[in-house]
């Protein structure tokens, strides 16, 4: 590939948040009155940005911005570091950086995303952390990727942006990026493939394979 920039999602493609976002839901729903889903019910608001998982949970508007900060309540103390790195997931990125710019592209709110970096030693790999402001600015791929093209001067014809879920692959294409599912994240293959995934990878190492990064 004629590629020499990699945007990597964080949650589902990095690292695996599954406990910590599905409690903070949980928690937020439960201090709201509502119901609440079990843990395995809940994965599909991994990835997608936090309000917009907020308002369908909820059913509507009423009690988003509630929701969200209640999530937070617990999330930033606790619920960020309820999380795992995937194998291979290193040695990934070791194989990678030598040959483009490697940099974080992800809903989740910058201040968050930045903390889970540092915390798995992963800053090393990558030039800059791109995420949400708290207020929801650049919560949607689209408009987080555009500000990433700006800010890093990026070709987006040479760029790839690697996530596990239809907004990431989506928000390559509008601007102009090819995108590449991960298949053992929270996306399936058929979400993945009708956003209009160029490729599929069911592992870590499949995307280094994929890109011709050699061993690592």
């Known amino acids: 590939m004629d590629m020499d920039t990699i945007f990597f999602d964080l949650d589902g493609t990095l690292t695996d948040p599954?406990?910590?976002?599905?409690?903070?839901?949980?928690?937020?729903?439960?201090?709201?009155?509502?119901?609440?889903?079990?843990?395995?019910?809940?994965?599909?608001?991994?990835?997608?940005p936090l309000r917009t998982s907020l308002v369908k949970l909820l059913g509507g508007e009423e009690d988003a911005d509630r929701g969200v900060a209640l999530y937070r309540e617990?999330?930033?103390?606790?619920?960020?570091?309820?999380?795992?790195?995937?194998?291979?997931?290193?040695?990934t990125l070791a194989a990678l950086k030598?040959?483009?710019?490697?940099?974080?592209?992800?809903?989740?709110?910058?201040?968050?995303?930045?903390?889970?970096?540092?915390?798995?030693?992963?800053?090393p790999h990558f030039e800059y952390v791109f995420g949400a402001e708290l207020d929801g600015t650049r919560a949607h791929k689209g408009d987080l990727?555009?500000?990433?093209?700006?800010?890093?001067?990026t070709d987006p014809a040479r760029a790839v942006m690697i996530g596990d879920r239809s907004h990431d692959i989506v928000g390559a294409r509008v601007n102009?990026?090819?995108?590449?599912?991960?298949?053992y994240g929270y996306g399936s293959r058929e979400e993945l493939t009708e956003a209009g995934a160029a490729h599929l990878c069911?592992?870590?190492?499949?995307?280094?394979?994929?890109?011709?990064?050699?061993?690592g």
Do not use: M
């Not at 409690?23 to 608001?45: F, H, I, K, M, N």
């Not at 617990?74 to 040695?91: C, T």
């Not at 069911?202 to 061993?215: E, F, K, S, V, W």
């Open 18 to 48: 599954k406990p910590g976002i599905t409690r903070s839901l949980q928690y937020a729903l439960e201090r709201l009155g509502r119901p609440v889903p079990a843990q395995d019910e809940l994965t599909w608001c991994i990835g997608p």
């Open 74 to 91: 617990r999330f930033g103390d606790v619920g960020l570091f309820e999380n795992s790195l995937y194998p291979e997931i290193e040695a």
């Open 98 to 123: 030598p040959r483009a710019r490697l940099f974080v592209a992800t809903s989740k709110a910058h201040v968050y995303a930045d903390r889970i970096i540092d915390h798995f030693g992963l800053r």
């Open 176 to 183: 102009g990026i090819g995108g590449i599912g991960v298949l």
């Open 145 to 153: 990727l555009a500000f990433a093209l700006e800010r890093t001067g």
């Open 202 to 215: 069911a592992t870590p190492r499949a995307i280094r394979d994929h890109l011709h990064a050699g061993p």
